[in-house]
């Protein structure tokens, strides 16, 4: 019963962000200079008075400014965001087709990084001063310093090209025309390049952060408990420290979620991979204004949720958030 | 057996015993001479080698040391690499830099109203912060330079607006602990005014983990900019690395070197930037430093 | 008869910021079947860390155990392998420490935590082990067991939890069981019903208890015999009415003196509140005298030259201090 009531809490929270992301859309369409009958208009070559004035009506351009604010967030909310001007087509659908790939990739690397940063992390903490704990510094030193858009071109250079055994882009072989598993299987071989690139950077700082996190639980007193206890040294590590050591790695990762989309930005533009990234791309290209400020309100939607998941994760795993309500 | 560590040596001020903790540590001295190292290529490199990176000076395409012109190879139009390297240096650190400076601006003062006044402002703040955190910051610079057209000082200005969200976390978080110290509360015993008390008390005080927050931010603001630029996004004037990376991926498997040696850099640079923060972590807190 | 736990000579040292520091210095005691020995000393010296190593839990990898031998039952626990020493721990001698507040993990509920050793050295099933850990939840007078079995630690206040945390160490009924400061933490109302609650389980189970503390009241009441510590050596030894009534030695009358006398009552001169002036030595500035000689008023020269050897000075209690040496060169064993 609690849960339900946390979770209607956190969905209206989440409206009221979105209705602000709204806004702020808004007004960053109207703080920029010029404007759509201003690019039609140039377009044109010039026009009479008249013309500017009727367009300007047509757009709704001679409103009051909270009118059009008024309008704008009435039909964000019945879910049109607009029409693409480069694509002709509303811009929710188009973004609505991209999202799968997106959160699959993200969800991937998010993944991927969580577990095997956790045990990366968690056996170097083990042993304290082995080559382990100072491959796990020297590898998050450079995973987190190197842009992830030239990481991924390394990493294409060398799996793609040099060492040719992964595919250079997309999503799956659109030739192969294969469905069901197989396909599945297809997705997957795409997958490991860019959610490979997407990961290393939060897989260098979740193993750094699981390795500090663990050596901190290991020195606690109730870890010093289970000891007494008579327990092995694997049943105090593995079911005694590593749920509580695992922790901040949680928060840490629900934090980062949205770098983690803004990254997805640069590696689905570098691997080609047709998710929400790449269609920000070629919207900036093209700007496309309507493009790019939906898929910045839809970016901040799936932020939300998985913020949302986040907190619903951390409190299965802290029994301490739980009854504090 | 902290009791055993703690009874050792004299007392030394807190800066100098910070400075005799960061010297010993031999990673974060790398990390200085290589920024010393880029630092003087950014300054003095131009100076020395004074070719326009834009600039056609041979065949497109060559592979570094085919020729002398063009010592690190050319790119796909035939431009000097090398000069494109010792060029964009410049705008990658001073972007960086500047907009670090403006997150830190930004999110220090957010983080300090908002943990010194608690109550309604404290959650009017946090509201602000929690908004921009749900915001992809990258998403977001770019709609920023998009619609403001691409200079480098939009650019500047994007980055750091976008990026102060970790820096207020920070600050609210150290006036929060700050607030409940004696000092604290005897500075407002005795009558002193809220911002003397804030700005001239608690931020001193505050300032260790701002500064190595500020450090790594520099960092991550490189990053920025160097995404931003190899999406087309920075100013089309100014040749920086990231730029160059971002102009010749549609070549890679031809020309690895036009991609390898800029994005080298830019790693070098952040490399350098994050080991001195760790350094200057480490400094000042030797608690946490492991045996 | 011989003793249940016998520590002879047990040296640890540890590395530090100032070097190798010897926490523990040539430490011999023991504890026979169902009596209870009271360690006493100021903090850090070295009681607990005598606790951790007779457990195996000397922090590594700074703490070396040097030297020495701790024999349970005749056997050396110091040169068994850890399989044997993960068996005796928890099962046979079992230990409490003093933070009740962080001594529990938070995330798992107090039931699993107080079954999970009857689990592991009892071959109990989860139905039979819940049932035990519910029996020593009311042993130990926690109410509503059934319910509370299943209750996180956080939802226990401190007394609750070092309540938990005896019935965590009793499940198993170990010969031995180690009380390093365990009220220290809690309440002094809440003091009072824990040692009462170990005196009813000792009294019930007959299990020897090393209790080490700085609280003299509760050594009164519960120690059969006392050893006082200072400075990671053994300075005397006795029965507890030995000690009380006639410490030998200068610390051990130092601590009694300490203690606050509440006088009924008007009129008289109120007494100054007494103490021992001076601090504990830094263990890495230790010489070969007695670590005392700076705080001692009696102190001879040769206090500062040599560490003065066990002396006789009653029925089983004896001193390590110069100023006992009786004339005709008489010393303990």
Same mark, same amino acid.
């Given at each position: 019963m609690r849960i339900a009531l946390f979770i209607a809490r956190r969905i209206a929270y989440a409206i009221g962000l979105l209705l602000a992301v709204a806004i702020l859309n808004f007004t960053l369409i109207h703080l920029a200079p010029g404007d759509v009958v201003e690019t039609i208009v140039g377009e044109m070559g010039g026009a009479s008075t008249e013309t500017i004035a009727s367009l300007r009506k047509t757009y709704g351009l001679d409103r009051s400014f909270i009118e059009q604010l008024f309008i704008y967030i009435s039909r964000v909310a019945s879910g049109d965001l607009g029409v693409s001007?480069? =694509?002709? #087509?509303?811009v929710l659908g188009l973004v609505a087709d991209r999202m799968f790939a997106t959160v699959l990739l993200v969800f991937t690397a998010l993944a991927t990084a969580v577990v095997l940063g956790t045990f990366l992390g968690v056996t170097a903490a083990r042993r304290p001063s082995s080559w382990l704990g100072a491959l796990v510094t020297i590898v998050a030193l450079f995973g987190f310093s190197a842009p992830v858009f030239w990481s991924g071109l390394m990493l294409l250079l060398l799996f793609?090209?040099?060492?040719?055994?992964?595919?250079?882009? &997309?999503?799956?072989?659109?030739?192969?025309g294969a469905t069901g598993f197989a396909y599945a299987l297809d997705v997957a071989h795409h997958l490991i390049l860019p959610a490979g690139t997407l990961a290393i950077i939060y897989l260098a700082l979740y193993s750094r952060l699981a390795r500090a996190s663990m050596i901190e639980v290991l020195g606690s007193d109730y870890v010093r408990t289970a000891r007494a206890k008579g327990l092995s040294e694997n049943k105090v590590v593995f079911k005694h420290a590593l749920r509580n050591a695992v922790l901040p790695v949680v928060t840490i990762a629900g934090l980062q979620f949205s770098g983690m989309l803004a990254g997805a930005v640069l590696v689905e533009t570098v691997f080609t991979w047709p998710g929400m990234g790449l269609l920000a791309f070629e919207a900036i290209l093209r700007r496309d204004t309507q493009l790019i400020l939906g898929i910045l309100l839809l970016s901040a939607l799936l932020v939300i949720v998985g913020n949302l998941l986040t907190d619903l994760a951390y409190r299965l795993i802290d029994p301490r958030i739980r009854t504090d309500g | 057996m902290d009791r055993l560590a703690a009874s050792a040596s004299e007392a030394r001020g807190p800066w100098r015993e910070a400075w005799s903790v960061f010297k010993r540590n031999y990673a974060a001295l790398v990390g200085l001479c290589i920024l010393a190292l880029v630092l003087t290529t950014a300054i003095a490199g131009p100076w020395l080698?004074?070719?326009? +990176?834009?600039?056609?000076? $041979? /065949? %497109?395409k060559t592979p570094p040391g085919a020729d002398a012109d063009a010592l690190l190879g050319t790119d796909y139009l035939g431009r000097d690499l090398l000069a494109g390297i010792v060029r964009g240096g410049r705008p990658t650190l001073m972007v960086g830099f500047f907009a670090a400076m403006i997150a830190t601006v930004i999110g220090i003062t957010m983080g300090a109203l908002g943990g010194y006044y608690g109550g309604k402002v404290d959650a009017l703040l946090g509201r602000i912060t929690e908004f921009f955190q749900v915001l992809p910051a990258l998403l977001f610079a770019m709609v920023l330079v998009m619609l403001f057209s691409p200079s480098l000082v939009t650019v500047t200005f994007a980055i750091g607006f976008v990026a102060w969200t970790s820096m207020a976390r920070l600050t609210r978080a150290e006036f929060l602990r700050i607030k409940q110290l004696e000092y604290v509360r005897a500075a407002r015993a005795i009558g002193s005014s809220n911002s003397r008390i804030i700005w001239g008390v608690m931020l001193p005080n505050a300032l260790p983990p701002i500064i190595v927050a500020a450090t790594l931010a520099t960092g991550t603001a490189i990053l920025f900019e160097a995404g931003l630029s190899f999406l087309g996004?920075?100013? %089309?004037?100014v040749m920086s690395w990231g730029m160059m990376i971002g102009s010749n991926r549609n070549y890679l498997r031809e020309m690895w070197w036009a991609v390898t040696f800029p994005g080298v850099c830019i790693f070098l640079t952040v490399l350098a930037i994050s080991l001195v923060g760790d350094g200057l972590n480490d400094a000042f807190n030797p608690r946490l430093r492991t045996r | 008869m011989a003793a249940l736990l016998e520590i002879e000579n047990l040296e640890v040292e540890f590395d530090t910021w100032d070097g190798r520091v010897r926490v523990l210095d040539g430490v011999s005691l023991s504890v026979n079947a169902g009596e209870t020995l009271g360690i006493v000393g100021?903090?850090?010296?070295?009681k607990s860390m005598t606790a951790l190593a007779i457990m195996g839990l000397? %922090?590594?990898?700074? &703490?070396?155990?040097?030297r020495g031998s701790v024999r349970f039952q005749g056997e050396d626990l110091l040169a068994a392998g850890e399989a044997h020493l993960r068996e005796v721990r928890g099962h046979r001698i079992a230990m409490i420490f003093q933070e009740p507040m962080t001594s529990l993990?938070?995330?798992?509920t107090v039931g699993d935590q107080i079954a999970e050793a009857a689990r592991l050295?009892?071959? *109990?099933g989860s139905g039979q082990a819940r049932a035990r850990a519910i029996e020593m939840l009311k042993a130990v007078h926690i109410p509503e067991a059934e319910r509370r079995?299943?209750?996180?630690?956080?939802? =226990?206040s401190g007394g609750m939890r070092q309540r938990v945390m005896i019935a965590m160490a009793l499940i198993c009924e170990p010969q031995v069981l180690i009380a390093d400061?365990?009220?220290?933490?809690?309440?002094v109302t809440v003091q009072a019903q824990i040692f009462d609650l170990l005196q009813e389980l000792r009294d019930t189970r007959g299990t020897a208890i090393v209790l080490i503390t700085h609280d003299m009241g509760a050594i009164a009441e519960m120690a059969d015999r006392v050893v006082v510590m200072y400075a990671g050596r053994k300075v005397e030894e006795g029965p507890v009415e030995a000690i009380l009534a006639?410490?030998?030695?200068p610390y051990t009358r130092g601590l009694l003196a300490c203690r606050p006398q509440l006088h009924l009552g008007t009129g008289g001169a109120r007494t100054v509140l007494q103490e021992i002036p001076g601090v504990v030595p %830094?263990?890495?500035? *230790? $010489? #070969? $005298?007695? /670590? =005392?000689a700076e705080r001692? /008023?009696? /102190?001879?020269?040769r206090c500062r030259e040599q560490f003065p050897p066990e002396t006789m000075a009653g029925e089983g209690h004896h001193a390590s201090c110069?100023?006992?040496? +009786?004339a005709d060169g008489r010393q303990a064993a």
């Amino acid at each position: 019963m609690r849960i339900a009531l946390f979770i209607a809490r956190r969905i209206a929270y989440a409206i009221g962000l979105l209705l602000a992301v709204a806004i702020l859309n808004f007004t960053l369409i109207h703080l920029a200079p010029g404007d759509v009958v201003e690019t039609i208009v140039g377009e044109m070559g010039g026009a009479s008075t008249e013309t500017i004035a009727s367009l300007r009506k047509t757009y709704g351009l001679d409103r009051s400014f909270i009118e059009q604010l008024f309008i704008y967030i009435s039909r964000v909310a019945s879910g049109d965001l607009g029409v693409s001007t480069y =694509f002709n #087509r509303p811009v929710l659908g188009l973004v609505a087709d991209r999202m799968f790939a997106t959160v699959l990739l993200v969800f991937t690397a998010l993944a991927t990084a969580v577990v095997l940063g956790t045990f990366l992390g968690v056996t170097a903490a083990r042993r304290p001063s082995s080559w382990l704990g100072a491959l796990v510094t020297i590898v998050a030193l450079f995973g987190f310093s190197a842009p992830v858009f030239w990481s991924g071109l390394m990493l294409l250079l060398l799996f793609a090209s040099v060492w040719p055994i992964l595919p250079a882009s &997309g999503m799956y072989d659109i030739a192969s025309g294969a469905t069901g598993f197989a396909y599945a299987l297809d997705v997957a071989h795409h997958l490991i390049l860019p959610a490979g690139t997407l990961a290393i950077i939060y897989l260098a700082l979740y193993s750094r952060l699981a390795r500090a996190s663990m050596i901190e639980v290991l020195g606690s007193d109730y870890v010093r408990t289970a000891r007494a206890k008579g327990l092995s040294e694997n049943k105090v590590v593995f079911k005694h420290a590593l749920r509580n050591a695992v922790l901040p790695v949680v928060t840490i990762a629900g934090l980062q979620f949205s770098g983690m989309l803004a990254g997805a930005v640069l590696v689905e533009t570098v691997f080609t991979w047709p998710g929400m990234g790449l269609l920000a791309f070629e919207a900036i290209l093209r700007r496309d204004t309507q493009l790019i400020l939906g898929i910045l309100l839809l970016s901040a939607l799936l932020v939300i949720v998985g913020n949302l998941l986040t907190d619903l994760a951390y409190r299965l795993i802290d029994p301490r958030i739980r009854t504090d309500g | 057996m902290d009791r055993l560590a703690a009874s050792a040596s004299e007392a030394r001020g807190p800066w100098r015993e910070a400075w005799s903790v960061f010297k010993r540590n031999y990673a974060a001295l790398v990390g200085l001479c290589i920024l010393a190292l880029v630092l003087t290529t950014a300054i003095a490199g131009p100076w020395l080698y004074p070719v326009d +990176p834009f600039d056609i000076v $041979g /065949a %497109p395409k060559t592979p570094p040391g085919a020729d002398a012109d063009a010592l690190l190879g050319t790119d796909y139009l035939g431009r000097d690499l090398l000069a494109g390297i010792v060029r964009g240096g410049r705008p990658t650190l001073m972007v960086g830099f500047f907009a670090a400076m403006i997150a830190t601006v930004i999110g220090i003062t957010m983080g300090a109203l908002g943990g010194y006044y608690g109550g309604k402002v404290d959650a009017l703040l946090g509201r602000i912060t929690e908004f921009f955190q749900v915001l992809p910051a990258l998403l977001f610079a770019m709609v920023l330079v998009m619609l403001f057209s691409p200079s480098l000082v939009t650019v500047t200005f994007a980055i750091g607006f976008v990026a102060w969200t970790s820096m207020a976390r920070l600050t609210r978080a150290e006036f929060l602990r700050i607030k409940q110290l004696e000092y604290v509360r005897a500075a407002r015993a005795i009558g002193s005014s809220n911002s003397r008390i804030i700005w001239g008390v608690m931020l001193p005080n505050a300032l260790p983990p701002i500064i190595v927050a500020a450090t790594l931010a520099t960092g991550t603001a490189i990053l920025f900019e160097a995404g931003l630029s190899f999406l087309g996004l920075s100013d %089309p004037n100014v040749m920086s690395w990231g730029m160059m990376i971002g102009s010749n991926r549609n070549y890679l498997r031809e020309m690895w070197w036009a991609v390898t040696f800029p994005g080298v850099c830019i790693f070098l640079t952040v490399l350098a930037i994050s080991l001195v923060g760790d350094g200057l972590n480490d400094a000042f807190n030797p608690r946490l430093r492991t045996r | 008869m011989a003793a249940l736990l016998e520590i002879e000579n047990l040296e640890v040292e540890f590395d530090t910021w100032d070097g190798r520091v010897r926490v523990l210095d040539g430490v011999s005691l023991s504890v026979n079947a169902g009596e209870t020995l009271g360690i006493v000393g100021e903090s850090g010296c070295g009681k607990s860390m005598t606790a951790l190593a007779i457990m195996g839990l000397v %922090p590594k990898p700074a &703490g070396h155990v040097t030297r020495g031998s701790v024999r349970f039952q005749g056997e050396d626990l110091l040169a068994a392998g850890e399989a044997h020493l993960r068996e005796v721990r928890g099962h046979r001698i079992a230990m409490i420490f003093q933070e009740p507040m962080t001594s529990l993990n938070p995330v798992f509920t107090v039931g699993d935590q107080i079954a999970e050793a009857a689990r592991l050295h009892l071959g *109990l099933g989860s139905g039979q082990a819940r049932a035990r850990a519910i029996e020593m939840l009311k042993a130990v007078h926690i109410p509503e067991a059934e319910r509370r079995i299943d209750e996180y630690p956080h939802q =226990f206040s401190g007394g609750m939890r070092q309540r938990v945390m005896i019935a965590m160490a009793l499940i198993c009924e170990p010969q031995v069981l180690i009380a390093d400061e365990p009220t220290t933490a809690l309440d002094v109302t809440v003091q009072a019903q824990i040692f009462d609650l170990l005196q009813e389980l000792r009294d019930t189970r007959g299990t020897a208890i090393v209790l080490i503390t700085h609280d003299m009241g509760a050594i009164a009441e519960m120690a059969d015999r006392v050893v006082v510590m200072y400075a990671g050596r053994k300075v005397e030894e006795g029965p507890v009415e030995a000690i009380l009534a006639q410490p030998a030695h200068p610390y051990t009358r130092g601590l009694l003196a300490c203690r606050p006398q509440l006088h009924l009552g008007t009129g008289g001169a109120r007494t100054v509140l007494q103490e021992i002036p001076g601090v504990v030595p %830094p263990l890495h500035l *230790l $010489g #070969r $005298g007695c /670590a =005392f000689a700076e705080r001692c /008023a009696h /102190a001879l020269p040769r206090c500062r030259e040599q560490f003065p050897p066990e002396t006789m000075a009653g029925e089983g209690h004896h001193a390590s201090c110069w100023l006992l040496e +009786p004339a005709d060169g008489r010393q303990a064993a």
